[in-house]
């Protein structure tokens, strides 16, 4: 008896050995890959496949980066003080209206191509939960650059310390603007932050009452922007100094008011479930979620912490998880894209193809951002979707379609088509890799098995696969 | 059973679904207009004779010269003129005050409680049309139980396993549809949306023919454009129960004025010309036309020419079955509380009015309760 326990300990540990040197195979190499980024190239798989599941994360992890590769739209630094703008004339001002337009495209592009380009996916995707998070949109803001400068910040501390992140972005322009932080003055306050403040970005609703909002409202008076450089500036004279209560604790500033939230465990607990939500499943397991806020805390806050613990959890690897999530317009954009390959000249089209389907960079619907998940699918935008995928399929056959009444378009739609049309993808090409391991195609391109049994082979077959709904899920 | 519980189980069963369904039912629309943001409804319809409105508002409020006056103590913004024939055609029902007991002030809570028809403090998954549709399943025969049009979200169809369509423009919606590919089965909650939506496109697709053109000419921009697809659905025989549409941007903190005499304009032309071309379409006589939104304004004006979030607001009832007139309660603004209009109708009164009035069911499941219709309908 003694014997066979024994032998069947060291069968135990020897086949948990074996897992580990043998690492953690392609279907969750696969897995990892694109929940954490947005594609899983046959050659990452392999090679992750290899790794272990923590070391597999750890390499994620030690991949991120705190800044953009692709260079910054050359008027990143440019200010324009509202009361020039306000002294314009008539035609100056829409001149400037139409500059910012247009940069506002630029911005939109700018960050497609760094989403596209980029060696480590996994720090958009950061990027991007954090815009989703501390949401400010273009529509309010108007400045490109601010909008720009945001989009910097976010990426720093993308995987970095959350409570640097919640001070930084309480003092950022284009937050600043957006949330009417800078009308909020002594004896006139503006809620408006500090409601989102404690709804949205730390503790969630319902764990404080009106009143602590109002009191956190004249905490942030005087937290404004110098007009002269578009910069924070805290204005002593718009201070409220009195005494105020949040929470139950006398606080003196805004500094005070983000100390205060940031040491609430519904701070973490809530912020975990949204990492949780975007990453792992739609409903947060509460144990295994207490773990995650736990270590992030302990961690000080330290974003690197909570992924690891959160990428570790059962749940994520879990098999009802996979595919139980559904792409984001960006996911299945920029997902599609990086997997089949496509070199993308100008990024600007699939920023217009991301609005249309629901995710418009840079202006969330609202300050609660996009709210994801089965929202993101309707007749209308499941169609938009497939549409796009079928088209890349099929883009040198659209080229030629294309090219032939291109001359007869505005500048500005011309540009558009001819993006479209700069496109190429050769099916033959693509699927050269897989020769010889036909089983890895259904693998690579479904994050489980498909709804409905796609045939064919070849082309069609890579046809059939993408038109399945589980294409849709990630 | 006692006899008053004998009684009351008649009455009822007098009262019961089936007997109202014969009377009225689906063949009536519901059009659903939602002013994104929390429309200011003292700017809106406005007390234009109450001084406390003018102390309130010194800079933002509506001079009494300049509104549409409705009567001696009320008028309409005087974007809104677009909406004079229909008032006086009585066939506007205006109603004030409406809104819910423990308002709260986030848009994006304040929205679900409207969309789901939720109490201040319960949350529930699914919106009041897409319940209303499961206890009254819309016939087989129809192209859509609801169709959202334009707009990502689907507000009050959201949820359950109704028929929702959302769509932009009729004709591309058709071109595409055979893109559509429900095949297999449900797994998880994400893969089964996937399928319900790749089911309805099938189905909607059969049913919906060829656009129908109008006469009247529709006001440019996205809501004028979602207005000619509602008229288009309505005047598709295979028909749809409930069409919801949007217009957004009423959120507004700062420089109010001009941004909401636009809004309110882009609103009054696009019920105009809704109703002419409902007219075309003989339709207007079963459409009943229902504006919402999730609250709304301080009546005291904020230091940026705006308005922060408030609670109870006014509404807009159209409809050729409508009685027009103003209904509800005007807004007491020397009995603020918080800062905020006391609400006089509760905005479950409107669906059941809805539910109950014009589709002739009983609006217990949809809203969870029993919520008073208003009396704004000719029979």
Known sequence: ?474 | MKRRDFLAASVAALFSDSLLAQSSGYRRLLVLVELEGGNDGLNTVVPYADDVYHRLRPRIGIRADDVLRLDARTGLHPALKPLLPLWEARELAIVQGVGYPNPNLSHFRSIEIWDTASRSDQYLPEGWLARAFAAHPVPPQFAAGGVAVGGADIGPLAGGGTRTIALTDPEVFLRQARLANPVGKGRNNALDHILRVEAGIVEAAARLGAGVRFQTEFPRGPFGSAVRVAAQLAANPSGVAAIRLSLGGFDTHQNQPNIHQRLLGELAAGLAALKSALMEAKRWDSTLVMTYAEFGRRPQENNSNGTDHGTASAHFVAGGRVKGGLYGEAPRLAELEGGNLRHAVDFRSLYATALERWWGFSAAKALNGRFEPLDLLRA
Do not use: C
């Open chain 1, 1 to 474: 008896m003694l014997k066979a326990f024994l032998a069947l300990g060291v069968a135990a540990s020897v086949f948990a050995g074996a897992a580990n040197s043998q690492g953690m195979g392609p279907e969750d190499a696969r897995h990892l890959l694109n929940r954490t980024g947005f594609d899983a190239q046959l050659r990452e798989i392999d090679e992750f496949a290899k790794l272990s599941r923590r070391e597999g994360v750890e390499r994620l992890l030690a991949g991120v980066r705190t800044e953009a590769r692709t260079p910054l739209p050359a008027w990143a630094k440019e200010w324009t003080d509202p009361r020039d703008i306000r002294r314009m004339s008539q035609d100056e001002r829409q001149a400037f209206v139409r500059l910012q337009i247009e940069r506002g495209l630029e911005l939109k592009a700018w960050w497609l191509s760094e989403m596209l380009g980029t060696p480590s996916p996994f720090t958009e995707r950061m990027t991007l939960f954090w815009h989703n998070h501390f949401t400010s949109s273009l529509q309010k803001v108007r400045s490109p650059p601010l909008m720009l400068r945001q989009n910097v910040l976010l990426r720093k501390h993308a995987l970095g310390n959350f409570g640097e992140l919640l001070h930084a972005v309480s003092k950022d322009p284009a937050m600043l603007v957006y949330l009417d932080s800078a009308t909020n003055r002594r004896g006139q306050p503006n809620e408006n932050f500090a409601r989102e403040l404690m709804e949205l970005f730390t503790l969630g609703e319902g764990r404080y009452g009106e009143q602590d909002i109002k009191e956190a409202a004249r905490a942030f008076t005087g937290w404004s922007i110098d007009l002269d450089n578009g910069e924070f500036l805290f204005r002593p004279r718009q201070h409220d100094d009195g005494v105020k209560t949040v929470l139950g604790r006398t606080v003196r500033n805004g500094t005070e008011v983000l100390d205060l939230l940031l040491a609430q465990p519904a701070t973490a607990e809530y912020l975990s479930a949204r990492l949780w939500r975007e990453f792992v499943s739609p409903q947060p397991q509460p144990e295994e979620l207490k773990r995650v806020a736990a270590a992030w805390r302990s961690s000080g806050y330290d974003v690197r912490a909570a992924m690891r613990a959160l990428l570790l959890t059962p749940a994520f690897w879990a098999p009802e998880n996979r595919a139980a999530l559904i792409k984001s317009p960006t996911d299945l954009v920029v997902g599609t894209l990086r997997q089949l390959g496509i070199a993308v000249n100008d990024p600007l089209p699939f920023a217009f193809l991301l609005a249309h389907l629901g995710q418009n960079l840079f202006a969330p619907p609202n300050v609660k951002g996009w709210p994801g998940g089965e929202a993101w699918i309707n007749s209308t935008t499941l169609l938009a979707r497939k549409q796009f995928v079928e088209r890349l399929l099929r883009a040198d056959e659209t080229r030629m379609v294309m090219n032939k009444n291109i001359d007869s378009l505005k500048p500005g739609a011309r540009r558009l088509v001819q993006a479209m049309a700069d496109l190429q993808f050769s099916g033959r090409d693509w699927l050269a890799p897989f020769e010889g391991r036909e089983k890895m195609l259904p693998l690579v391109l479904l994050a489980a098995a498909p709804a409905g049994s796609p045939a064919g082979s070849g082309v069609d077959f890579l046809r059939a696969l993408v038109a399945d709904p589980v294409y849709q899920l990630k």
